[in-house]
């Protein structure tokens, strides 16, 4: 079996076979292949489980770099472990346990993997999102891809507010007004970030989905 990536995996027992094909179907990846020659393809959400179950079954074994060592390393860790510093213009704002959240996102973004951030109300999910996104910016200076971040409305100026008080170096727009007024905001953005609510992303969804996005935030994501 083949992953993403070209790693190899190896089967000597069909129960092992079985164990990893029940993975695949509740992935939603198809076969392009018979099963003598099966070339399923398993996402990088799948790849610490699939490292467990190599480590507990004998008859798996994974062919590949060190990568998805270090990747199930991290994620076990929850952070990787050179972690860098926060931005400068956090480090002496943010909590531990905020820079601890910041430090787990850089590292899902490595990975290219997407997270839940739960903390308690009034802990600072915002703080730490828009530290990530701080992050990112400051290190592209070239292809700066857009953010978008889509929450209920009555929150859409507390995200600017969090902006213009800590990051006064990030860009953003508030995606509202007209339909013809809002076609033109996306179309002329030059911005870093677009904060728009759960309802006018429904309803012109149309616009958003030609756009390659660097994050896509979703506060309150219940909604």
Not at 51 to 75: F, H, P, W
Not at 152 to 160: C, D, H, R, S, V
Not at 211 to 219: E, M, N, R
């Amino acid at each position: 079996m083949k992953l993403d990536d070209e790693r190899l995996v190896y089967f000597s027992g069909k129960e092992s076979f079985d164990q990893i094909d029940s993975l695949l179907d509740y992935s939603g990846k198809q076969s392009s292949l018979s099963d003598e020659r099966r070339t399923d393809l398993l996402t990088n959400y799948n790849l610490s489980y699939l490292y467990v179950v190599a480590k507990e079954n004998e008859n798996i074994r994974l062919d590949g770099d060190k990568y998805l060592e270090k990747m199930y390393t991290d994620l076990v860790r929850r952070s990787e472990e050179e972690e860098g510093k926060v931005p400068i213009s956090l480090n002496n704002v943010m909590r531990s346990y905020q820079k601890i959240g910041f430090f787990w996102m850089k590292m899902l973004r490595k990975h290219h993997l997407g997270g839940l951030l739960a903390d308690d109300m009034g802990l600072g999910k915002t703080l730490q999102s828009l530290a990530i996104l701080s992050d990112y910016y400051e290190q592209q200076n070239q292809d700066r891809k857009l953010s978008l971040v889509v929450c209920p409305k009555t929150l859409l100026f507390n995200w600017a507010i969090e902006i213009e008080k800590f990051h006064p170096n990030l860009t953003y727009i508030i995606y509202e007004g007209s339909k013809r007024e809002r076609t033109k905001l996306l179309e002329d953005n030059q911005s870093d970030i677009i904060i728009v609510s759960y309802s006018l992303v429904q309803m012109d969804i149309d616009n958003f989905l030609p756009h390659s996005y660097a994050y896509i935030i979703l506060d309150e994501a219940q909604h």
